[in-house]
């Protein structure tokens, strides 16, 4: 504390990363699959992958909704494109709101698009449970989960300000790599890690805490509306009355000339058509197109829409007008988007995928350094305690993670399609596998448990395509996998990180040497110095600004 | 025994520690929420474009709280100066609700 601010800077650093790095590691994980959860659902629903979109798609979809649900209340159609095959159809009832049901879902089918068939995937959480698990874990209460998250959030902001005030040299040590010198290689790499996106890692913590600001923040809005939050959002978006008793019978107009007349508008594809009391003569027919024309745009509400009569197909309203965004949302709304890659095409989206693998390095590298520089402080003395248990749990949280996300892709596989309970049980699978790592990590905290947890990982992804091949025609040798390119892409990914681990994995078992663990030949020094002269012990614990 | 527990307290070495971690996490809270609240009701702009400001500033002015608590000289300064701007934010934004103007 007395020593300065860079070292001041270098204790907190320390120690907020240490304490919740264990967390962040999840999140980052969990987090980074999520740029890809729907591409990760529809790998985990082999019943939807022979679905090919058409022309027809949207009128198709119109008859399956007229009949399942001729007088729903609402009625909501997603319409296939790069990311899904098929189209999805949501409506609700119209039947009065229980009392006590909370929010009210509604049903949903899926349809073939080129067939209009309603098909039945497995039940499946698919890439939804990682996406929930980035920012509400699983079976932690919603609130409490929430709050948890975002502390660990705020600590991450904290760390990376701090880390970078720690760092006087920060370019130069960018372009430093010293491999293969333990302590020093983990520092190396923890700061390319974390400089190469400096950017990224600044936005995603500081986004994440303001998609949660009504949690986090609320006393501006409480302050400045009467009402909160609510005041708020119904003076951000004011929300029109919808309409709330249903109208007299009539005909829907032919959906398809308004499809187009949207895709001309627009010169965009259509993505999304929502029905207000359809089969009503006070029917209202929204058409949306694929995206928010920037980054800067809102979230709700962003996407380009024609609003259509939907009984004789007249236009009522163009969305977005030309109203002005301020500069103040432009700015809250850039961040949000950039968080969730709301705009991002499919290239971009493999960026941020790389960026949040690289956030994962740089919370495993700086959690490692941990470990290697208290190792190298034994001097070959037998590990303590609390030592043995951060390399445990830093074993468990890292591969055991890893190992417990193929876990569940090969639960989904392996589990049989029709059995009641196999939803949970892939989740099952999921935390059981990552218990039994935790296990093995806390009885082998040291470099054995890497290797074998390492090699676990390796052979658990490469086996991913194989089991795919054997229980799927949508494999790496199908059409149907490079026709719905996320389906050979998951295969294709799975390779390349079995890769990576791999490569971890020969790496490890190569530097027997460097790493300080187990018996191993120490530079020689002179035995008094350790003893007598504690200057030398404390000069290795701050050698290194930013560990 | 009180008094023993006490004065051992007072020479932990983790004292200090203990102390700006209490500050930095609740005081820079507070900090930051009455700074939220102050600008939400004062900048000359329509309400939500105010409030969207003072949020989007309310993460950075706890993160600067809560480095400043930790950089500076003693637990007593850092205590000092997060409470002192923290009261001020809080009597503004309670002078600028309209109701408590009139």
Known sequence: ?547 | MSRLFLQRLATWPGLGVALRTLIAVFGGYALAACATAALSVWLPTAPATAVITANLLSFLIYTVAVLWAFSTRSAARACAGIMAPTLLLAGLAWLGRAENLL
Request: hydrophobic content about 45%.
């Open chain 1, 1 to 547: 504390m007395k020593a300065g601010l860079r070292q001041s800077m270098a204790w907190l650093h320390t120690w907020s990363g240490l304490l919740l790095g264990w967390l962040l590691l999840a999140m980052f994980v969990t987090g980074t699959s999520a740029y890809f959860r729907e591409e990760i659902s529809l790998w985990m629903a082999p019943e939807l992958h022979h679905s090919e979109p058409s022309p027809e798609t949207p009128a198709l979809a119109w008859a399956a909704l007229n009949d399942k649900a001729p007088d729903a209340k609402s009625w909501d159609l997603r319409l296939p494109d790069a990311r899904s095959p098929v189209a999805e159809l949501r409506w609700q009832p119209n039947t009065p709101a229980a009392p006590d049901s909370g929010r009210r879902r509604g049903e949903q089918a899926v349809m073939d698009a080129g067939t209009g068939d309603l098909l039945s995937p497995r039940a499946s959480r698919g890439g939804d449970f990682l996406y929930r698990f980035h920012f509400e874990l699983y079976g932690v209460p919603r609130i409490w989960a929430r709050w948890l998250v975002c502390v660990a959030t705020m600590f991450m902001l904290v760390a990376i300000i701090s880390g970078v005030i720690t760092h006087k040299k920060i370019f130069k040590d960018f372009f430093t790599f010293r491999p293969g010198k333990g302590q020093r290689s983990w520092l190396d790499s923890h700061n390319a890690t974390a400089v190469l996106a400096l950017p990224f890692h600044f936005m995603i913590t500081y986004s994440g805490l303001l998609i949660f600001m009504v949690m986090l923040m609320p006393w501006g809005m409480n302050a400045a509306y009467q009402d909160g939050w609510r005041g708020f959002f119904q003076d951000v978006f004011p929300r029109d009355e919808a309409t709330s008793e249903a109208g007299a019978p009539a005909t829907l107009t032919d959906i398809a000339p308004l499809v187009s007349r949207t895709e001309a508008a627009f010169e965009q594809p259509v993505r999304r058509i929502s029905v207000d009391w359809p089969n009503r003569d006070n029917a209202v027919i929204r058409v949306s197109t694929d995206k928010a024309p920037a980054v800067t745009d809102r979230r709700r509400g962003g996407n380009p829409t024609l609003v259509f009569n939907g009984t004789d197909g007249t236009l009522l309203e163009r969305q977005p007008g030309d109203e002005a965004i301020p500069g103040a949302f432009r700015v809250y709304n850039l961040f949000v988007n950039l968080h969730l890659a709301r705009f991002a095409d499919p290239m971009v989206r493999g960026l941020f995928f790389l960026f949040g693998l690289g956030g994962t390095a740089m919370v495993a590298t700086g959690m490692l350094l941990w470990v290697s520089k208290r190792t190298q402080q034994l001097r070959g003395k037998a590990p303590g305690g609390a030592l043995r248990l951060v390399n445990g749990l830093n074993i468990a949280s890292l591969t055991g993670l890893l190992g417990a996300l193929a876990a569940y892709f090969a639960a989904n596989r392996l589990l049989p399609v029709e059995w009641a309970g196999r939803e949970s049980w892939e989740i099952r699978v999921f935390f059981l596998a990552w218990l039994l790592a935790l296990g093995h990590a806390l009885l082998r905290p040291n470099r054995r448990g890497w290797i074998e947890q390492l090699a676990a990982i390796t052979v658990l992804w490469a086996s991913l395509p194989v089991l795919n091949l054997a229980t799927t025609d949508s494999h790496l040798f199908s059409a149907t996998a490079w026709r719905v390119g996320a389906l050979a892409g998951f295969d294709v990914v799975c390779l390349i990180l079995a890769g990576v681990w791999g490569y971890a994995l020969w790496r490890v078992v190569q530097r027997r040497t460097i790493r300080g663990q187990g018996p191993l030949p120490q530079r020689p020094r002179p035995q008094q110095s350790m003893a007598q002269d504690p200057r030398s012990q404390r000069g290795a614990r701050t050698a290194g600004d930013g560990a």
